[in-house]
């Protein structure tokens, strides 16, 4: 579910998001919110995005080993600080991009 919400996420970075900090209808391009024209908006979300769906694919992998002896005691605790940061990523990444629909003047219509 992870890795499907971080292609979501990537997708909708180039086809929706980017618009809005560019305030251009035409302009998508998902490298350019990286530069010092969009004030480096870019790493402020691709860093919570791509931390967030690490630990949410490695949420999945990990439970491939729950039968694992050794990692019995270890694993669900590890699992649900995995969790927890990927829910935490997902939720700034969220928080960061509505914050240009929510507080810009810049509106698409049609």
């Given at each position: 579910m992870s890795a499907?919400?971080?292609?979501?996420?990537?997708?909708?970075?180039?086809?929706?998001?980017?618009?809005?900090?560019?305030?251009?209808p035409t302009h998508h391009c998902p490298f350019c919110l990286l530069q010092a024209e969009y004030h480096h908006i870019g790493y402020a979300l691709y860093v919570p995005l791509l931390v967030a769906g690490t630990c949410g694919i490695g949420v999945g992998v990990l439970s491939r080993y729950r039968d694992l002896t050794s990692l019995k005691r270890i694993l669900p605790e590890m699992q649900r600080k995995l969790a927890m940061v990927s829910l935490a990523g997902y939720l700034l990444f969220a928080a960061i991009s509505s914050y240009p629909m929510i507080f810009s003047d810049f509106r698409l219509d049609g």
């Open positions: 499907t919400l971080l292609v979501w996420s990537i997708v909708s970075i180039v086809s929706h998001i980017s618009v809005y900090f560019y305030e251009l």
